[in-house]
Nanobody, 123 residues
């Protein structure tokens, strides 16, 4: 059974930084692509960043240059470093895993999801 557990959310002022972590268990972590998504109140879940099995990366335009996704296969962990945070980055951030090695961007491409961690950016 695949399990994903996020941590690292919190409250930060605009311009600040947070680092999210997601620990995966239940299957061989290095084989699969991982992604980060977010959902603001009243809005649909949206893509943030993804990282493929071999390292290729993808970012949404609204976080490009501010967020960095990385993975540590030895620790079965994927990270999201978030810098220069803006109030519009506020939401619940979800870690996700898919049955494939490509860093795809669609919500429907990911089958396993964590519970989410809240990120709040104050103006």
């Amino acid at each position: 059974q695949v399990q994903l557990v996020e941590s690292g959310g919190g409250v930060v002022q605009a311009g600040g930084s947070l680092r999210l972590s997601c620990v995966a268990s239940g299957r061989t972590f290095s084989t699969y692509a991982m992604g980060w998504f977010r959902q603001a109140p009243g809005k649909e879940r949206e893509f943030v960043a993804s990282i493929g099995r071999s390292g290729p990366l993808a970012y949404a335009d609204y976080v490009k240059g501010r967020f960095t996704i990385s993975r540590d296969n030895a620790k079965s962990t994927v990270y999201l470093q978030m810098d220069s945070l803006k109030p519009e980055d506020t939401g619940i951030y979800y870690c996700a895993s898919r049955d494939g090695g490509l860093a795809l961007v669609g919500v429907s491409e990911y089958f396993y999801w964590g519970q989410g961690t809240q990120v709040t950016v104050s103006a």
